[in-house]
């Protein structure tokens, strides 16, 4: 099997880092005619005093991908083939039997249409930096 090199190992010295992978529990899918884009991201659940407030949690995207329809075209068959795969090495991956297995507003998220993909994806990423700690010390 051909191997490729990822865009930072053309910019580290040899025996250098991998980039870190990033865990994904969240993911939203949209397109238009020249693209397919592909958010990446995490929900939290609430804990404590927020779930204890009925806060369903939050979701931080981390990642977008924008691709090609062809190239959208050759994941799908990539991650099918690797999914028949990894069935067949370890058994069938069993789907949570809960008919809405996602909290409520990740679950509303998922079937808004399509067609404010964009602008839900800035209010989450908006969302998502306004949790982040402030870097200012002073």
């Known amino acids: 099997m051909k191997r490729f090199r990822t865009a930072h190992e053309t910019d580290r010295p040899a025996g250098g880092e991998l980039p870190a992978a990033l865990y994904v529990n969240y993911f939203e899918m949209g397109h238009n005619p020249f693209e397919f884009l592909l958010d990446f991201g995490q929900f939290r659940p609430a804990t404590g005093l927020a779930e204890a407030e009925g806060e369903g ?3 931080v995207i981390h990642s977008r991908l924008a691709m090609a329809p062809p190239y ?32 409520p507003a990740v679950s509303e998220d998922l079937l808004a249409p ?20 402030s870097s200012n010390k002073g």
Not at 80 to 98: K, M, N, W, Y
């Open 57 to 59: 949690g939050t979701t």
């Open 72 to 103: 959208a075209k050759m994941l799908c068959e990539m991650l099918v083939r690797s999914l028949r795969d990894h069935e067949a090495e370890h058994g069938e991956i069993v789907l949570p039997r809960s008919p809405d297995p996602l909290p």
């Open 114 to 133: 399509l067609g404010d993909f964009e602008a839900r994806a800035r209010a989450l990423r908006a969302a998502a930096h306004s949790l982040r700690p």
